[in-house]
């Protein structure tokens, strides 16, 4: 179990998530009570899981442990730098993601590496195919070559160095790659294209029933904005029945992606570039009859915030993987614009994280 919540019963999970989003909106007086829709399958759902190291079991005493091989681990909730080893992997990922990462820590654990010598291991997968990247982050500035053609399902694998100066996994240096750095997914009959670094959904059964959502708000023949695009996964789908779709994204892998994805679609109405969304001329929002946002755990920058109250698109239909964010930002929209409707998504189960759309639409002057 990594997380509390995987102890519970499930309708229990769902009955907190959705308290949970009620009361975050319930500051606002005309807002309507959010609905929240279940997922199907519990665990093995992600598309994407990094994993840390570790050499040393921990015990309850501070400062005790004592050595162990090479394994994956996890970071300890509250424990600092303590990090508890997984010894067959993670529950809320495939049973092939799990044994790609066995596989890999176990070549490391060979060649003598050390939990002071790595630092963290990506695995991701694509649900349709099958098919796993991995990107192995090291504190080494050099780590020769090899190989993994013999880890079934793996077809691509790059190595960084990452500077010590950042607790997070950047890549400062590539020191290697084999094979390719991009996956394939199949989303609501569309095939979507997706390279190592751009962000992709974790669970593709419940957002393609968000994206479903998204399309009903739509107005039909719409003009779109969307920021925080991605690999226009969002976008291409609502563009099947708008007037035109913008995209904006600040990877540039995640825009040549988006825009192969529209070209293999045959959908000439889509377009993106990589600018990140608060830098943006705001009159990329003139005459849009709609802004869809989904942006990162962070929310809205401030900037976007102002964009907004100054151009005053018509509807808003916002995705968030953070609903405490979301509603944050709404209370800088309150005045202008009015909530139409709030629905929760389990797109973690046995986790605490939900994601949530809110629909807006501008007030009656």
Sequence with gaps: SCSPWQVMDYPMQIALKHEILTSLFSYYD???????????????????????????????VVGESTPLPLSLAFHERGGGSRRLALLKGCALVSDGMNRVALALCEKLRTLGYTSTDLK??????????????AILYVKRTELPEFPVDDIADLTGFIVFHST?????????????????????????????????????????????????EMSKAMPPNANVLELYSGVGTIGLYLAKHAFHVHGVEIIQGAVDSAQDNAEHAGLTNYVAECIPAEKMDARLLDKRDVLVLD???????????????????????????????????????KELYKIDRITGFDFYPETPHSESLVVLSLRAK
């Design 120 to 133: 963290t291991l990506v695995v991701r997968e694509s649900k349709s195919t099958g098919k796993m990247l």
């Design 164 to 212: 010590e100066k950042s607790p997070a996994s950047v890549p400062t240096k590539e020191l290697w790659r084999t094979g390719d750095d991009v996956l394939h997914e199949s989303i609501c009959g569309m095939d979507i294209i997706y390279s190592w670094d751009s962000f992709f959904q974790n669970n593709i059964p419940v957002f393609e029933t968000a994206l479903m």
């Design 30 to 60: 005309d807002a309507p009570k959010p609905t929240f829709v279940p997922t199907e399958k519990f665990y093995g759902y992600r598309t994407k899981l990094e994993f840390s190291f570790t050499d040393r079991i921990f015990g309850d």
């Design 295 to 333: 942006p990162p755990r962070s929310g809205l920058h401030p900037k976007v915030i102002k964009m907004i109250l100054e151009k005053l698109p018509p509807m808003i239909v916002y995705l968030s993987c953070n609903p405490e964010t979301q509603a944050r930002d709404y209370s800088s929209l």
